[in-house]
């Protein structure tokens, strides 16, 4: 009896023996025996975000919504209360907004030009990009629809060629710079609650988008098959913004916030009765800073 006690002790040792081994070629692995909370457990890193909610600087690139065109005066640029890097308190620029208005005179800048269409972006993006900024905004495509007639509106597969050459023309020089995309306007709803303006009408006649405001009292079929064309083109262009900048993991498309947005007068230019006021480039702003600083991009 005494040898099998013996023998009985011996397999014990042996088997916690191993239970040890065991334990420690496990940690060896990258295992760990320490319990949850000691002092040899470390906290995982928290991962980089890829979307920087607070950027430093800003560039604009776009059309004359950008440049504030018709806010002021008549036919003529404003850029101070544009939406996207204007200095006017009333209007509180996406720049104004993420910067302070210091921040927003000395580290935004605008490279949007009036008449501006698709194929001027890369152009402009190679501008904006020498400056170095965080955060570039882009609002361009009204001027595509906005052609002498439906038939001279530019392609939707050229525009879309176009927008990803400007998107290439950044990430070659900035790969990590966020952006910003907005939808191209309802030029249809604008048509429709400018048309009752006469002084808007006669500016309209100077050769403001005539391919959505050409005629602008007629209803007839011919007119109103134009406005259907024009609208379905807007559309395309679009979806092809929100194509191009889904690829792109630091670029963020408004989700149609600014086209689905229902442009009152109040919104638009008292001298064109088209383009967006003061109180519209505020607006503008305000989709702006929503879209940038939300924890989560637009579905």
């Keep these: ?58 560039a604009a690139v776009g059309d004359s919504i950008t440049r504030g065109f018709d806010a002021c005066s008549v036919l003529s640029d404003c850029p101070e209360v544009s939406w996207a890097t204007g200095s006017d308190p009333g209007v509180g620029s ?18 949007a030009v ?26 361009a495509g009204a001027n595509d629809a906005c052609r002498s007639s439906a038939s001279a509106m530019t392609p939707v597969a050229d525009f879309r060629a176009e927008f990803q050459e400007a998107m290439g023309t950044l990430r070659r020089a ?18 429709s609650e400018g048309r009752g303006n006469p002084l808007g009408k006669q500016v309209w006649k100077l050769g403001i988008c005539p391919s959505m405001l050409g005629d ?14 024009v609208q379905d083109r807007v559309k395309a262009y679009n979806q092809v913004l929100r194509e191009v900048c889904a690829k792109d993991r630091r670029c963020r ?7 689905d947005y229902r442009f009152g007068t109040d919104q638009l230019s008292h001298w064109d009765w088209f383009h967006p006021s ?19 991009p637009v579905t």
């Excluded at 940690?27 to 995982?44: C, K, L, Q």
């Excluded at 009036?114 to 402009?124: I, K, N």
């Excluded at 939808?183 to 709803?189: E, I």
């Excluded at 498309?253 to 086209?259: K, L, S, T």
Aim: with cysteine; net charge positive.
């Design 1 to 58: 009896m005494r040898n099998r006690s013996h023998r009985w002790r011996a397999v014990l040792a042996a088997t916690a023996a191993a239970a040890l081994l065991g334990t420690a070629a496990c940690d060896a692995d990258g295992g760990s025996s320490a319990p949850s909370g000691t002092a040899g457990a470390r906290p995982s890193p928290r991962p980089t975000p890829v979307w920087d909610r607070s950027p430093d600087s800003m």
């Design 94 to 111: 996406l720049a104004v907004r993420l910067l302070g208005t210091a921040g927003a005179a000395e580290r935004s800048w605008n490279y």
């Design 114 to 139: 009036t008449g501006a269409r698709m194929a001027d972006l890369p152009g402009q993006m190679e501008r904006a990009a020498a400056r170095r900024p965080e955060l570039v905004t882009v609002m």
């Design 174 to 191: 900035l790969p990590r710079t966020q952006v910003y995309v907005s939808s191209v306007p309802d030029l249809k709803r604008l048509w």
């Design 216 to 229: 602008a009292d007629s209803l007839g079929s011919a007119a109103t098959l134009r406005r259907g064309q």
């Design 253 to 259: 498309f408004d989700g149609n916030a600014v086209f």
């Design 278 to 296: 003061r109180d519209g480039q505020a607006r503008l702003a305000e989709i702006a800073y929503r879209t940038v600083t939300a924890r989560n």
